[in-house]
């Protein structure tokens, strides 16, 4: 069986490229990683494990001060999936980390920050990403079945949007990949 979470991505490699989608937008702008995006998605991916400990999707997402991230970085906010616990649809781990952000900065525009999420954001994630106004968005594996960064449609650079948002794809998509995939073999067997 393939597995669409370890499938490699096209868009790790290389630099600055364009990659073409058969829906509307029609493409992702992705951006090279900055050096320290590694070591953001990798305590995004701790949150993920803590979200798979208690039965939760392993997804986890990190807010960090964008001005800061190419030297040590401070982090704003953290959150992981909770949608069973919360019985909250709306749960997902960038919703958590953006609400926490704006409580944090007591603000609920969060320009200068980057927001790092282990798995490719959906349709709800990706617009309240452009509605927090975040600079930057990091995301480890793709989502072939709901992400809106790329895979299903791209919510986060579409020029129709009064807000656009760089995009970085695939900084620790194995191990983002591998987490969600371990999951979801323990669930069924
Ligand atoms: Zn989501």
């Not at 401070?74 to 069973?84: D, F, K, L, P, S």
């Not at 919703?95 to 609920?108: C, Q």
């Not at 480890?140 to 009064?162: T, V």
Request: glycine share 8%; aromatic share 4%; proline share 8%.
């Amino acid at each position: 069986m393939t597995d669409p979470f370890l499938r490699p991505d096209p868009r790790l490699e290389g630099e600055l490229r364009t990659l073409q989608h058969p829906g509307l937008p029609r493409h992702l702008v992705a951006q090279p990683p900055l050096p320290t995006d590694a070591m953001w998605m990798a305590r995004a991916l701790e949150r993920a494990r803590e979200a798979a400990l208690v039965g939760e999707v392993p997804v986890g997402a990190v807010v960090v001060e964008s001005s800061q991230v190419a030297g040590r970085g401070r982090i704003i906010a953290e959150g992981r999936n909770r949608t069973r616990q919360d019985v909250d649809p709306t749960a997902h781990a960038e919703i958590v980390a953006l609400r926490a952000a704006g409580r944090r900065l007591g603000r609920s525009r969060l320009p200068g920050t980057t927001l790092y999420v282990t798995l490719e954001p959906c349709a709800q994630c990706a617009g309240a990403a452009v509605l927090a106004r975040v600079d930057r968005l990091v995301y480890g594996a793709a989502d072939p079945k709901a992400g809106m960064a790329g895979s299903l449609g791209n919510l986060l650079q579409d020029p129709r949007l009064n807000h656009r948002i760089q995009v970085t794809p695939g900084v620790l998509a194995p191990e983002a990949g591998a987490l969600l995939t371990e999951f979801f073999r323990e669930r069924r067997s």
